[in-house]
């Protein structure tokens, strides 16, 4: 399946993928670890092997030099069953150079640890073109509040019941980029490199305010 969009040097991306037929692709911690190495080692013109580096934790792994990159990662989410990147195109061809490097690694781990064959993600990724300054501004907040959904459902639709559970479980949640944004310090900064994207907070209480000022909308596209 092909992509309606194309995908052009300069600009940037949210880009998506979901398991096939809504499977749990990150079932464990360990799951969620070994694809966060692969967002920092598969941004890479040269092939790393984790094979190579067979006992290495996640934080040895993100500190691995790298030679050019090919993509800007601006944030990131991993769900159980898909994950969310907001990415610049570096160079022609680069986003999708990078998708195939790590759907292509993170399958094979999966496949073989959980002694299965076939395709993991379904179809294609997906990508959507950030176009407009609003737009690229509001996918910061889009990605990062996804979580939410992992404690309340249907809280886009119906409101959050308790907002004071939201933000905490937000500030706990380690898959995603919103711990960095926060300042907290971990490798996992590594994986970003966000002075390639506008500077849309002035100061860290400035990103939290906005991003979970969303928190007090319901019917709201997030």
Not at 48 to 62: A, K, R, V, Y
Not at 91 to 118: C, D, P, V
Not at 143 to 170: C, V, Y
Request: glycine share 4%.
């Amino acid at each position: 399946m092909s992509r309606k969009i194309a995908l052009v040097a300069g600009e940037n991306y949210h880009i998506y993928a979901r398991g096939n037929e809504k499977r749990v692709t990150f079932q464990t911690k360990k799951d969620y670890d070994r694809f966060l190495a692969l967002l920092y080692l598969c941004n890479n013109t040269e092939s790393i092997h984790l094979s190579d580096h067979p006992d290495s934790e996640l934080e040895e792994l993100l500190d691995i030099k790298r030679k050019k990159e090919l993509v800007d990662i601006g944030a990131y989410c991993l769900m159980p069953n898909h994950f969310h990147l907001l990415l610049h195109e570096k160079t022609e061809g680069g986003i999708s150079k990078f998708m195939q490097k790590i759907l292509t690694a993170y399958t094979m781990y999966f496949n073989k640890k959980n002694e299965r064959t076939g395709s993991l993600f379904s179809g294609t990724f997906k990508a959507t073109h950030a176009d407009t300054d609003e737009y690229l501004k509001y996918l910061f907040s889009y990605i990062h509040l996804n979580p939410i959904k992992l404690i309340e459902s249907t809280w886009k639709e119906t409101g959050i019941s308790d907002k004071k559970r939201a933000q905490t479980f937000l500030n706990s949640f380690s898959y995603s980029s919103y711990l960095d944004y926060l300042g907290q310090e971990r490798k996992q900064k590594n994986i970003l490199n966000a002075s390639s994207f506008p500077k849309y907070f002035d100061n860290l209480k400035d990103f939290e305010s906005i991003t979970n000022s969303w928190l007090d909308y319901s019917n709201v596209k997030v």
